[in-house]
Structures are given as C-alpha cells and as structure tokens.
C-alpha cells in the first residue's frame, strides 16, 4: 500500500510543479523587473549643477514638501521621448512637482529637445557620469519613482510611462494624498 | 575533408577555450596600477550582476552600466573601503539581486535546501525499490 502512493509521488509532485509553472505564467509578471532595494527609504542625498537655474541642486531639500515625481531621461533615448506626453501630463493634468534627471547627456541638446517638446521638470539635475542614477538604483532610463512629502520613495517604474503605468501612478498618488 | 587528426585538433583547441577563461570585459583604462588592488576589483566584479543583462557579471558585460560599476568598485578599493562595504554599497542601492550568488536568508531558504530535499526523496525512492526488487 506504502508502495503504491510511492510511486505515485513523483507524478504528483510534477503536477504540483507544473501547476506552479502555469500559475506563474498566467499572473500579470516581467521576471526582468526588479523590485527597486529604495522603496520605502529617503531619497539619496546628491549634488549636482542644475540645467535650468544657476543654482546647484541639493537633493533631499528638493523632496520636502509635496509629492515628487523624480523622473531619469535623455535626449538619446528614444523611450523617453515616447513618454513626455504623460511626464507632461503629470505636470499639467495633476499639478504635481516633476524632477528631471538628465542622464549623461549633451545639455544643449536637451534644453533644445525641452524647447521642442515641452518641458514638464520643475528643477533638473545634471547627471554627467551616471553617478546619481546608481545612488538611486537605477539601470535603464527613462525610469520614473514616485517621492512622497516626506522624502521617501514609494514607487519606481522601470521603463516608458505608458498609458497603463500613468493610471497606476495615478491611483499611487491618490493614495499617498 | 574531416580526419580523425583533425577533429582531435579541433576538440582539443575547443577545450582550450574552456580552460582558457578570458572573456572579461574591463578596458585597459580601466585597470589600476596596483595589482593587489587590481585583483580585488575583479573578483569583486565577478560576483556583481549586470543589472541590463542579468545573466553576465559586470566582469564579462560591455553594458555601460556595467563599466561604471566597475570604475566605481575600483574608486572604493583605492579609497580603502573593505569588500563588504563595497558589496553593501551595491545591495543598498540594486538590492540582493544585484549579487549573482543568492545570499542565505529566509526567504532564500527553499532555493538553497530544496535540491538537498529533493536529492533526499530520490535515495528514499530508489531505496523502496530496491527492497521491494530483492523481494522478488
């Protein structure tokens, strides 16, 4: 009898792997994203020339008062321009704080692509050398998170902002509010 | 035309390239001056994740990220910070992820013990049948 469901278990247990297999297909998942390790934590503190004001720019000063979005972009990099039209509408729509972060990029270029497109970015921070984008963990831009009042990050998008991701950010929002 | 002599020169050339691990990616001004140092910076590399192609250590990614990490990693040793300083430099900012060896935790549990249960559970099989076998 013992001997039966003996052999009877490596079957089950492919059924069990299996199901978990299926299970992990079907839910809404990207194994290549990855949870950023700032969640929940203050924002890095930096330095760094700032490209619209003759001002240096001081991290945490900038995230003390309103919800921010902090947003990481380059005018090389197309994504990024596929999603000025919701970075936009962050601004605009919602009356929210946006930071730009300029990821080693030429700033006469990007101050003529801002003149082009719009600029949404209430303050941005010039990062030459990428030094900023690895305080903040970030590995492929554009890359968008979301800074509460206090200074604490609470959300980070990897990738475009899309139709879909702006919605989501949304309902962030209004929950933080 | 494919001799037996050939292949062997083949398979053997082949093999080489296995022993012959060489497939870094640092680039000459990336390297320091100290060897010691030097050394350090890329075992430490080897350890690290290329968060843009996930499955390469920044040692073997051309991605720039990857360099960056690299100049980075040697900036520190040069500073005199120890190697975990530099590993939890990394994990602070690109979480466990960013360490290509999973470390031990709880939630890690399973991924370092379940092959272990699973070894078990075939020598308990393989066992059964082997006393139900002589019974026959």
């Known amino acids: 009898m013992i001997k039966k469901k003996l052999y009877q278990l490596p079957f089950l247990l492919f059924v069990i792997i299996l199901l978990i297999f299926f299970y992990l297909l079907i839910i809404d998942r990207t194994p290549s994203k990855i949870p950023s390790a700032l969640l929940n934590k203050s924002v890095p503190v930096f330095e760094a020339n700032s490209l619209l004001i003759d001002d240096k720019f001081h991290s945490p000063n900038e995230f003390t008062k309103e919800i921010t979005l902090v947003n990481f972009f380059a005018t090389w990099c197309k994504p990024c321009r596929d999603e000025h039209i919701y970075i936009q509408r962050f601004a605009t729509n919602n009356q929210l704080k946006v930071i730009g972060i300029n990821y080693k990029d030429n700033s006469e270029k990007t101050i003529q692509w801002l003149k082009k497109l719009g600029n949404p970015y209430s303050n941005i921070a010039i990062d030459n050398n990428g030094k900023i984008a690895i305080d903040w963990g970030v590995y492929g831009i554009p890359e968008t998170f979301v800074v509460d009042s206090k200074g604490i990050i609470k959300y980070r998008h990897v990738g475009p902002v899309t139709k879909k991701v702006y919605k989501k950010i949304n309902m962030i929002i209004a929950e933080l509010e | 035309m494919i001799t037996k002599k050939n292949l062997i020169k083949v398979l053997f050339i082949c093999l080489l390239q296995f022993l012959i691990n060489n497939s870094n990616a640092v680039e000459p001004d990336e390297i320091l001056a100290n060897k010691k140092q030097e050394m350090n910076a890329r075992n430490i590399s080897k350890n690290i994740r290329c968060m843009v192609c996930?499955?390469?250590?920044?040692?073997?990614?051309?991605?720039?990220?990857?360099?960056?990490?690299?100049?980075?990693?040697?900036?520190q040793i040069q500073e005199g910070k120890t190697d975990k300083e530099i590993y939890v430099f990394l994990t602070d900012r690109y979480g466990d992820f960013i360490l290509l060896k999973p470390p031990l935790k709880l939630n890690t549990f399973a991924l370092w013990f379940l092959p272990l249960v699973f070894v078990l559970i075939g020598f308990f099989i393989i066992y059964y049948h082997h006393k139900k076998s002589n019974k026959i």
């Open chain 2, 54 to 75: 996930q499955n390469q250590s920044i040692d073997e990614s051309d991605a720039p990220l990857a360099k960056d990490l690299r100049i980075l990693i040697r900036k």
